[in-house]
Every structure is written in C-alpha cells, then in structure tokens.
C-alpha cells in the first residue's frame, strides 16, 4: 500500500473540504447589502473552490497518487467522500449546518461513489506517457474550459445583483484561463516529449 499516497489524498480532501465551507460563511453585513464589495469577493472564492471541475481534480490527483489502476478507484471515491463528510460535519459542528444536511445533500455523496472511481482511475492513466496518458491529463484542464460555458458564468441574469454577476465573470474567467494553460501545458509536454530523439520520458513521482 502506498501509504503516503493515501495520507495526501485524506489531506487533500480535508483541506478543499475546509476551505470550501470557509467561502460559504456569509456576516450579516454581507446579507444586509452593506458589504456588497466582500460579498463579491467571497462569492468569487467560493464559485471557484466549489466548482465541479475543482472536486473532480480532487479525484484524479488522488488516483495520481495512489499510482496503480486499482487503488486509484478506491482512491477516488474516498476523497470525494471524505471531503463531503468533513464539509457538512465540520459545518454542523459548528452550527452552519442541521442534522437535514444529510439528506439534502445525500445526492453529492451518491455522485461520489459513483463518478470517484472513474475520475480516480483517470488519475492513475494520466501518470502514462502514451496517448491515453495525454488524454486522461486534458480531462481537468478541459473540464475548466466547458464549465463555465455550461454553467452559464458568462450569461449571468441582469436582475440578479451586481455581485453575483461580478463573481460569475471572474470565477468563469479564472476557470477558463486556468483550462486552457493547463491543455496548453499537457501538449506542449507531450510535444516536447516526442520531439527528443530516442528519449525515454518517466512519470512524475
């Protein structure tokens, strides 16, 4: 067992889990509209580190890390797990949350069984320097292009108030600038790759 692997992958999981209740903590000044540049702000942050291709990355580093085929499933179910639990039992320990949180959001918990081990498995391909590797690391980077046109971060509603408009736009342009210098990375790697003559590429550790 790779037993250092699967200690990232807990931290890894634990701290997105953190972080993401952190962007969702809203004052009353904010809910009053009297700090409507902070709500911005917040609001940008939190977009960002909710975002579905955020927590998909978190289960293809954690397969990443845990290196082989198998354990990289696994790998990519208990993250997503883990970070739903820290994140609503955190929130409920400190009275963000109730008991229904639960079975509000048992759907996400669903989600992460079902799509944890696919997206853990992607981790694991992308370590391979063939053509499955480069397209199993183009799936983040490219999951960060589509969705903010899939979202629809960049068709915000007028009557929605500015701040919510404001952090669509900033957290959809970071999600595309970030998707496509990460495609742009896993190619120009791949082209450099087969550019030298008989060389012999190895995976990152």
Avoid: K
């Avoid at 580093?61 to 990289?72: C, D, E, K, T, Y």
């Amino acid at each position: 067992m790779n037993r250092r692997g699967w200690g990232r992958v807990v931290v890894a999981a634990s701290v997105l889990a953190l972080v993401s209740l952190a962007a969702n903590v809203t004052t009353l000044s904010q809910l009053e509209g009297r700090a409507d540049t902070v709500l911005a702000g917040r609001l940008t942050v939190s977009q960002l580190v909710n975002a579905g291709t955020v927590w998909a990355g978190l289960a293809v580093v954690s397969g990443w890390l845990v290196r082989r085929p198998a354990p990289a499933v696994a790998a990519g179910v208990v993250a997503l797990l883990t970070a739903c639990v820290v994140h609503y039992g955190v929130g409920m320990a400190i009275g963000m949350f109730d008991l229904n949180v639960w079975t509000a959001n048992v759907h996400w918990l669903l989600a992460a069984m079902v799509v944890g081990g696919p997206l853990g498995l992607v981790g694991a391909i992308a370590r391979r320097w063939d053509r499955w590797g480069v397209a199993a690391r183009l799936v983040v980077p490219v999951g960060a292009v589509l969705e903010p046109f899939v979202v629809g971060r960049f068709t915000t509603p007028a009557i929605l108030p500015w701040p919510n408009r404001v952090a669509d736009i900033i957290s959809g342009l970071a999600l595309l600038t970030a998707g496509v210098a990460g495609c742009f990375r896993v190619l120009a790697a791949d082209g450099r790759r087969q550019a030298v003559p008989h060389g012999r590429a190895t995976a990152e550790p």
